[in-house]
């Protein structure tokens, strides 16, 4: 599956690329606007290959309790941060992406202080659980937005691709409009998993309450649950980068 996604990536790369090739031998406004169906499609498809902080994303969603629209801006904060950091870093100029990025666009700083964030918010998911009980109530909209910030911290690299490849060939409006449709597509595929993981979650604690368990222990238990997999993932990341 991963195979025909990745191939499917490239064609579409090299659609673009050829797309930004005859804007800047004069092609008209209307190829940006035949590119940009094409972008939505591309960061949707782009969204499903490993990265993207997904599993952080599930992890979160599913420990915390939030509600389905905090759930929803938390995942269209991280897929923004991830395709703006991208947009930032090459109209800031290449003397800027030298320090910050490694191998094959990697931002190891970036992914450093990400996964450093995604640490504590983890310690601060079980640290929760294992308090003694005083309710149960939902964090601030601040609080999730940030989680979704540090999650997409990491800069997209095919959006640092297309931007760098656009403001090359002096087309950077040609870019900023890919990237943004290109966001979309990332936005779409990140929305719909949180959304699924959140009435997943809910669900099961229906269930839960149904079969007469303690909801607010059940609760306590999923966030404990949720934490503890966010510790993991980052630092599994951390070691592996």
Not at 126 to 131: K, L, Q
Request: glycine letters at 12%; one cysteine or more.
């Amino acid at each position: 599956m991963w195979f025909e996604i990745m191939a499917l990536q490239r064609e579409i790369q090299q659609s673009v690329a050829a797309s930004m090739r005859a804007l800047a031998d004069g092609a008209g406004a209307g190829e940006i606007m035949l590119m940009l169906p094409m972008a939505v499609f591309f960061g949707a498809v782009h969204a499903l290959t490993p990265g993207h902080s997904k599993s952080f994303l599930a992890a979160y969603v599913a420990g915390s309790g939030v509600s389905l629209p905090r759930a929803l801006s938390t995942s269209l904060v991280l897929s923004l941060t991830h395709v703006g950091m991208a947009v930032l870093i090459a109209v800031l100029g290449l003397q800027i992406v030298s320090p910050l990025l490694g191998s094959a666009g990697r931002s190891f700083l970036l992914e450093g202080l990400s996964r450093g964030v995604l640490l504590l918010v983890g310690g601060f998911m079980i640290w929760r659980a294992v308090r003694p009980a005083h309710g149960h109530s939902e964090s601030s909209a601040l609080h999730h937005g940030g989680v979704g910030f540090a999650a997409g911290l990491i800069p997209c690299p095919l959006t640092l691709f297309v931007m760098s490849f656009a403001l090359a060939r002096n087309v950077p409006l040609a870019g900023l409009s890919f990237a943004a449709a290109m966001w979309l597509g990332v936005a779409a595929t990140l929305a719909i998993l949180a959304l699924t993981i959140a009435l997943f979650r809910d669900r099961v604690n229906a269930t839960l309450a149904w079969l007469g368990a303690d909801g607010q222990m059940a609760a306590r238990v999923l966030e404990g649950a949720g934490g503890a997999m966010l510790l993991a993932l980052a630092m599994v990341a951390l070691w592996s980068g």
